[in-house]
């Protein structure tokens, strides 16, 4: 692995443990355990660590969602293995990460956003589309209006003023909001087939 990599990586990792804002280039450097000229050497500044700190971020996710999507599941099971995924990576995730960038950085967040946006958009067409052929999914439903109803909503979960960290867990949110687009969409074929899962996940 090159240097910067590490450097990325590592400071990926800090990041998504303890927050963005509250880590500091003199952490970094103790963290990888060298100077802060030699982080210099690579990376202009803070801003630029961050930028490609999540351009790192987002490359790794859309690997682990292609990943997931090239399995063969049917269109529920497919959703509920995105849902583990995200749920794992969320669970590790300091609530603060979105908001530090949002603050901090916008130009990073939107383009994040922009990012995460296409991604999801193109994931879950395709997956609403399976799953009506698979009859999973009901007939009357628009794929394209449910999706970015879907990003709507995910944009709202990192929101602060409808979920403030200190009374609201992000997990606790995602979670519900998947709930309620799953059994939102699902036929009453696939209810029966998510209640069977849902059981399964609990033994």
């Known amino acids: 692995m090159s240097r910067p ?8 990792s800090l990041f998504m443990q303890l927050g963005i804002k509250s880590v500091n280039m003199d952490d970094m450097a103790r963290h990888l355990g060298m100077s802060k000229k030699t982080i210099y050497l690579h990376f202009k500044d803070k801003e630029d660590l961050v930028k490609k700190a999540v351009r790192s971020f987002c490359k790794h996710e859309d690997t682990q969602m292609e ?10 099971e497919e959703m509920l293995e995105i849902s583990k995924w995200v749920m794992s990576v969320l669970n590790n995730v300091h609530p603060s990460v979105m908001y530090d960038l949002e603050k901090y950085y916008p130009e990073i967040a939107k383009s ?13 067409h ?4 399976n799953g ?15 999706v970015k109803l879907y ?4 944009d709202a979960v ?12 992000v997990l606790d949110i995602y979670l519900e909001n998947f709930k309620y687009h799953i059994r939102g969409v699902a036929s009453p074929k696939g209810h029966e ?3 069977q899962q849902m059981k399964k996940s609990k033994k």
């Open 126 to 129: 395709n997956n609403l589309l």
């Open 151 to 154: 990003i709507a909503r995910m």
């Open 5 to 12: 990599q590490q450097i990325i990586d590592s400071a990926t």
């Open 158 to 169: 990192f929101n602060q003023l409808l979920f403030p960290m200190k009374d609201y867990k």
């Open 67 to 76: 990943e997931i999507c090239s399995r063969g599941l049917n269109a529920i």
């Open 193 to 195: 087939f998510l209640e």
């Open 132 to 146: 009506q052929k698979q009859g999973l999914y009901r007939k009357d439903i628009n794929a394209d209006i449910i």
């Open 112 to 124: 994040l956003k922009s990012s995460r946006h296409k991604m999801v958009y193109e994931s879950m």
